[in-house]
């Protein structure tokens, strides 16, 4: 297909202009602007205030989100933790869950000057994987112990809609025997991170079997965002991304994520631009974002603006904000990756954060071949700051007091949608997460766990039992029994048993 042909197609502007409110989008600077303003000196007591309002797990309105965006005074930073944390463990629990990014493509048609993908940078070498190489790279992610992945791909005509779902066919047919020998393994959930598509395109992925469908605004400011993305190409128009989620939501896909790249504009700008993206899902659909992520701009190949933008976000500033989008959206999962140093990860589990990843390659055929990203460079997006293996931070995370969770069966069980969230909200959906969240665990440690990690995975899921069989919420609903018989079949050998 001719690209330039391709590109005069893709946006439908009736499918845009459907979600506008008397011709404006939900981003409205002005007011972003005066809410922070207004907000520079927050009263303890408001602050404290809201506090409380996010532990009942109800969303903050702007002003308030504005409030807790200005808090500098320590102490008070301290509460606000405290109380991301603790809001954290109502809705999840003492959970991480695990996925793995799959870059499948990194033809791209856009210019944006801050991405290693750019149709317009010689130092890429370009690929598109076949079916035969995203089965090998699928081989290569469950033979880590993974069951769940995020594939991503470059907005491209030989990567459309037709090329994602037939690859997500490819990834759900991988099946791989574990090493121990107990039955098989299989990516059990498959989330898209793609270019942002017409209705019709988005249900062939939904019929195909997408998980969570993920897009970035990037930047929120509609100013920066002009700058950043060339006026003639498909991502050079704003709002066509910005009710990305909105299409996806009509065309029938009821998990999606979004996120913005922080380190291209104001970080409070970026926060509150997420926040008013939650309240809109929430005002035409009824569902806020089933996910937040919210990666740091890191070095890029062939990217002067990637080292070099005014607006990088230092480490305090990158917790603030973390710690801000846990109170604001209470429900919605947070997603910190393997950009980020180990350390730094470490210490950002602990302001709220839900999902991460790990053994992360994001070289195109990376996986299959074994290839540190020092010596894929030429087909990266970024640089990682943390290339450690699955194992190794789920020893880390279990000596920390937190349980590895692969679990994907809410997803199977229907809870999704309309449905996870209000079990979200009201502190259900995590009990039944607790319980899956253990039966995976399990069986992670009898088939992929070095020595180390089974000694620390023993030590936490024995007083994760504990604490199952003496919680009432188990007991009261009869769910103990079919619990315990399925891990003890699981630690048996058996498979995939969930509640």
Same mark, same amino acid.
């Given at each position: 297909?001719?690209?330039?042909?391709?590109?005069?197609?893709?946006?439908?502007?009736?499918?845009?202009?459907?979600?506008?409110?008397?011709?404006?989008?939900?981003?409205?600077?002005?007011?972003?602007?005066?809410?922070?303003?207004?907000?520079?000196?927050?009263?303890?007591?408001?602050?404290?205030?809201?506090?409380?309002?996010?532990?009942?797990?109800?969303?903050?309105?702007?002003?308030?989100?504005?409030?807790?965006?200005?808090?500098?005074?320590?102490?008070?930073?301290?509460?606000?933790?405290?109380?991301?944390?603790?809001?954290?463990?109502?809705?999840?629990?003492?959970?991480?869950?695990?996925?793995?990014?799959?870059?499948?493509?990194?033809?791209?048609?856009?210019?944006?000057?801050?991405?290693?993908?750019?149709?317009?940078?010689?130092?890429?070498?370009?690929?598109?994987?076949?079916?035969?190489?995203?089965?090998?790279?699928?081989?290569?992610?469950?033979?880590?112990?993974?069951?769940?992945?995020?594939?991503?791909?470059?907005?491209?005509?030989?990567?459309?809609?037709?090329?994602?779902?037939?690859?997500?066919?490819?990834?759900?047919?991988?099946?791989?025997?574990?090493?121990?020998?107990?039955?098989?393994?299989?990516?059990?959930?498959?989330?898209?991170?793609?270019?942002?598509?017409?209705?019709?395109?988005?249900?062939?992925?939904?019929?195909?079997?997408?998980?969570?469908?993920?897009?970035?605004?990037?930047?929120?400011?509609?100013?920066?965002?002009?700058?950043?993305?060339?006026?003639?190409?498909?991502?050079?128009?704003?709002?066509?991304?910005?009710?990305?989620?909105?299409?996806?939501?009509?065309?029938?896909?009821?998990?999606? #994520?979004?996120?913005?790249? %922080?380190? *291209?504009? @104001?970080?409070?700008?970026?926060?509150?631009?997420?926040? /008013?993206? +939650?309240? !809109?899902?929430?005002?035409?659909?009824?569902?806020?974002?089933?996910?937040?992520?919210?990666?740091?701009?890191?070095?890029?190949?062939?990217?002067?603006?990637?080292?070099?933008?005014?607006?990088?976000?230092?480490?305090?500033?990158?917790?603030?904000?973390?710690?801000?989008?846990?109170?604001?959206?209470?429900?919605?999962?947070?997603?910190?990756?393997?950009?980020?140093?180990?350390?730094?990860?470490r210490e950002i589990i602990n302001y709220?954060?839900?999902?991460?990843?790990?053994?992360?390659?994001?070289?195109?055929?990376?996986?299959?071949?074994?290839?540190?990203?020092?010596?894929? #460079?030429?087909?990266?997006? %970024?640089? *990682?700051? @943390?290339?450690?293996?699955?194992?190794?931070?789920?020893? /880390?995370? +279990?000596? !920390?007091?937190?349980?590895?969770?692969?679990?994907?069966?809410?997803?199977?069980?229907?809870?999704?949608?309309?449905?996870?969230?209000?079990?979200?909200?009201?502190?259900?959906?995590?009990?039944?997460?607790?319980?899956?969240?253990?039966?995976?665990?399990?069986?992670?440690?009898?088939?992929?766990a070095s020595a180390a990690t089974k000694?620390?995975?023993?030590?936490?899921?024995?007083?994760?039992?504990?604490?199952?069989?003496?919680?009432?919420?188990?007991?009261?609903?009869?769910?103990?029994?079919?619990?315990?018989?399925?891990?003890?079949?699981?630690?048996?050998?058996?498979?995939d048993l969930y509640m």
């Amino acid at each position: 297909m001719d690209v330039q042909a391709w590109v005069k197609q893709v946006i439908r502007q009736e499918e845009i202009d459907k979600y506008l409110v008397k011709g404006k989008d939900f981003i409205d600077e002005k007011k972003i602007r005066t809410n922070l303003e207004q907000q520079a000196h927050p009263d303890p007591q408001r602050v404290r205030d809201i506090l409380q309002k996010s532990l009942s797990i109800k969303l903050l309105t702007p002003e308030e989100t504005a409030v807790l965006l200005n808090v500098t005074d320590p102490a008070l930073l301290e509460e606000m933790r405290e109380a991301a944390l603790e809001v954290k463990k109502r809705v999840y629990d003492n959970r991480i869950v695990f996925f793995a990014p799959l870059y499948c493509s990194n033809l791209c048609v856009n210019r944006c000057v801050y991405c290693g993908f750019r149709s317009d940078n010689p130092e890429e070498k370009r690929h598109i994987l076949s079916p035969e190489e995203i089965y090998r790279e699928t081989e290569a992610i469950i033979d880590e112990g993974h069951k769940r992945l995020i594939a991503v791909y470059g907005e491209h005509p030989k990567s459309d809609a037709d090329y994602i779902a037939d690859s997500i066919s490819t990834i759900y047919a991988v099946k791989r025997t574990t090493p121990s020998g107990n039955g098989f393994n299989n990516i059990r959930r498959v989330n898209i991170n793609a270019a942002p598509m017409a209705v019709e395109d988005l249900r062939k992925l939904w019929r195909a079997g997408i998980g969570t469908f993920q897009v970035f605004q990037e930047t929120y400011h509609p100013g920066r965002y002009a700058e950043l993305h060339p006026a003639n190409t498909i991502k050079g128009n704003f709002r066509w991304r910005l009710y990305a989620m909105h299409r996806a939501m009509d065309a029938g896909i009821d998990d999606v #994520a979004i996120g913005a790249l %922080f380190g *291209l504009y @104001d970080w409070k700008f970026e926060v509150m631009g997420l926040v /008013e993206h +939650a309240h !809109d899902l929430e005002r035409q659909f009824g569902i806020g974002p089933h996910t937040i992520s919210f990666p740091r701009m890191q070095p890029a190949p062939g990217s002067f603006l990637s080292e070099n933008s005014p607006y990088l976000v230092n480490d305090d500033a990158f917790k603030r904000l973390v710690m801000v989008l846990r109170l604001a959206v209470p429900y919605t999962g947070l997603i910190v990756t393997a950009r980020e140093r180990a350390e730094l990860r470490r210490e950002i589990i602990n302001y709220g954060c839900t999902q991460t990843d790990a053994s992360s390659k994001i070289g195109i055929g990376a996986y299959a071949g074994k290839k540190l990203q020092e010596e894929n #460079a030429d087909k990266v997006q %970024f640089m *990682l700051g @943390d290339q450690r293996s699955l194992d190794e931070v789920i020893k /880390e995370l +279990a000596d !920390d007091g937190y349980i590895t969770s692969f679990c994907t069966a809410g997803y199977r069980c229907g809870r999704t949608g309309d449905k996870i969230m209000n079990l979200l909200e009201k502190g259900v959906e995590g009990k039944f997460c607790k319980l899956n969240a253990v039966l995976t665990f399990r069986e992670y440690l009898n088939d992929y766990a070095s020595a180390a990690t089974k000694e620390a995975g023993e030590r936490l899921i024995q007083r994760e039992l504990q604490e199952i069989e003496n919680t009432s919420f188990f007991t009261d609903k009869k769910l103990l029994p079919t619990f315990l018989n399925y891990y003890r079949r699981i630690a048996a050998g058996e498979r995939d048993l969930y509640m």
